[in-house]
């Protein structure tokens, strides 16, 4: 899921590449997927962020993100991740700079 015109077709042209290449029976959950399309399972800093926060999502795709949902799970995949991603809080998209902690 994302909006055209605000994520870059490089990103969405990568994620239907590595989605294409996957073989597998079934996806269970969202975690099969995303050990099945990450750049490298030993970076220390991810490259997929998930959540299951609606809200988190929807900022997500509004800065430029590509959500990536599977059925019958919660948590949503978002690429590209950035360190930063991993940082915010709950409040960060509701709350003013100040005030979100």
Same mark, same amino acid.
């Given at each position: 899921m994302y909006i055209n015109g605000v994520? &870059?077709?490089? @990103?969405?042209d990568e994620v239907? #590449?590595?989605? $294409?290449? @996957? +073989? =597998?029976d079934g996806i269970l959950e969202s975690d099969y997927m995303?050990?099945? =399309?990450? +750049? /490298?399972a030993y970076s220390p800093f991810p490259t997929i962020y #998930? /959540?299951?926060?609606? +809200?988190?999502i929807a900022a997500e795709i509004l800065e430029g993100k590509l959500a990536i949902l599977v059925d019958g799970t919660p948590h949503v995949l978002v690429v590209p991740?950035?360190?930063i991603s991993s940082m915010h809080s709950a409040? $960060? &998209? /509701? /709350?003013?700079p100040i005030s979100a902690r």
């Open positions: 994520v &870059t077709d490089k @990103i969405v239907r #590449n590595r989605l $294409s290449r @996957i +073989d =597998i995303e050990e099945l =399309i990450q +750049d /490298s #998930n /959540s299951e926060r609606p +809200d988190v991740a950035l360190y409040r $960060s &998209t /509701s /709350s003013g």
